[in-house]
């Protein structure tokens, strides 16, 4: 039948109709009762793809929609996830609103991420990406403070540390005397300098033969976390340090020799023993950069001098009634001359504890 307005097609002829990017092709290939089909193409990607909020397992995404949807009416977004750490991908669904939630991503971790736009197409060709980076969790609970030492004065503790160690900028020991009234007071020492797998910290100007309870609490970026389990320890009951310090310098024939002595601690009775330790500071004024030397029963030590340092010695003692607090410093002056014997007078500084 002739085609209104034109010239007849005769039966079996094929047409072909070009149009907006549309292919329409008559005859037996064609849909029902000849009609043209459309073809259908996958929508475009999403654009201006951006973190809104971030979390520590979590971040909030947005995205602008694509400008057209190719004839295909957009269904639903999905996120491609690339963990930059294990190389591990996923794909998650994100529903049909430009703003979505990205779960289950790992504290302090970062995540490349990119999003197509889905239709009943298909999916898309992807967004640019983008690099997620999760927040930091607070630290988990340290273990109990454990003693290493304990004297009159001061203890020496360690701790094991919280899971996520890696993150940790300081340490608080929170500290507390027996019979404080308030409970719920605590005095706190902050810890910055530390081994991550064996972090300790002395706790000076206590009371001796005193019971004290500690505990610790780590903190990262996200704040300070859960308190370790209260531990306790009780300081010694304390001896008097060694007295009447003194030091001849003289010379062997080969060397600079300093000889140093001390005397027993008041109000130990003869019969108990002593044991002594002295440790030796060359750095000169100013310096407290002490290494101990000597430790035993004498209550003299030998020591060789280099030339050019300046020295200074100080002792303490350690008996079964407890140990005692560091003694006075005694100070070493010597001239360049290696024939000068000196006797130096005392050096009275700060008493130094442990």
């Not at 500690?214 to 996200?222: D, G, Q």
């Not at 010695?313 to 350690?318: K, M, N, Y």
Request: hydrophobic share 30%; charged share 25%; glycine share 14%.
């Amino acid at each position: 039948e002739g085609v209104r307005g034109g010239q007849g097609v005769g039966a079996g002829a094929q047409v072909s109709v070009q149009g907006a990017g549309v292919e329409q092709r008559g005859g037996g290939g064609g849909g029902r009762g000849g009609l043209p089909r459309r073809r259908r193409r996958r929508a475009p990607p999403p654009g201006e793809l951006a973190v809104v909020q971030r979390g520590v397992t979590a971040c909030r995404l947005r995205w602008k929609p694509p400008p057209h949807d190719n004839g295909s009416p957009i269904i639903g977004y999905r996120a491609e996830v690339e963990d930059l750490g294990e190389g591990a991908e996923r794909s998650v669904a994100l529903g049909a609103s430009p703003e979505a939630d990205l779960t289950d991503l790992k504290p302090e971790s970062g995540y490349s991420v990119r999003i197509r736009s889905v239709s009943k197409v298909g999916q898309g060709p992807p967004s640019d990406p983008i690099r997620v980076y999760t927040s930091s969790s607070a630290p988990g609970p340290p273990g109990m403070p454990r003693i290493v030492t304990v004297r009159p004065t001061s203890v020496m503790l360690r701790w094991d540390p919280p899971h996520n160690a890696g993150s940790v900028e300081l340490y608080r020991l929170e500290v507390q005397a027996e019979g404080v009234v308030d409970g719920s007071k605590y005095a706190t020492q902050d810890v910055v300098a530390f081994q991550p797998g064996d972090p300790r910290a002395e706790l000076s100007n206590l009371r001796q033969a005193s019971t004290y309870r500690v505990r610790v609490v780590a903190k990262n970026k996200a704040g300070f976390g859960e308190r370790s389990q209260v531990g306790c320890f009780r300081t010694d009951i304390g001896i008097a340090p060694p007295t009447r310090l003194q030091a001849t310098v003289g010379d062997d024939g080969a060397n600079l020799i300093a000889a140093c002595s001390w005397e027993r601690p008041d109000g130990v009775p003869p019969g108990v023993p002593v044991t002594y330790h002295m440790e030796v500071d060359d750095g000169g004024e100013g310096s407290a950069d002490f290494t101990e030397v000597y430790q035993g029963p004498h209550t003299e030590h030998t020591l060789v001098l280099k030339p050019g340092r300046t020295y200074k010695f100080r002792t303490r003692a350690v008996s079964p009634q407890g140990a005692s607090a560091w003694s006075v410093i005694k100070g070493l002056s010597r001239s360049a001359g290696p024939m000068m014997v000196h006797v130096p007078e005392n050096v009275r500084g700060d008493l130094m504890e442990d």
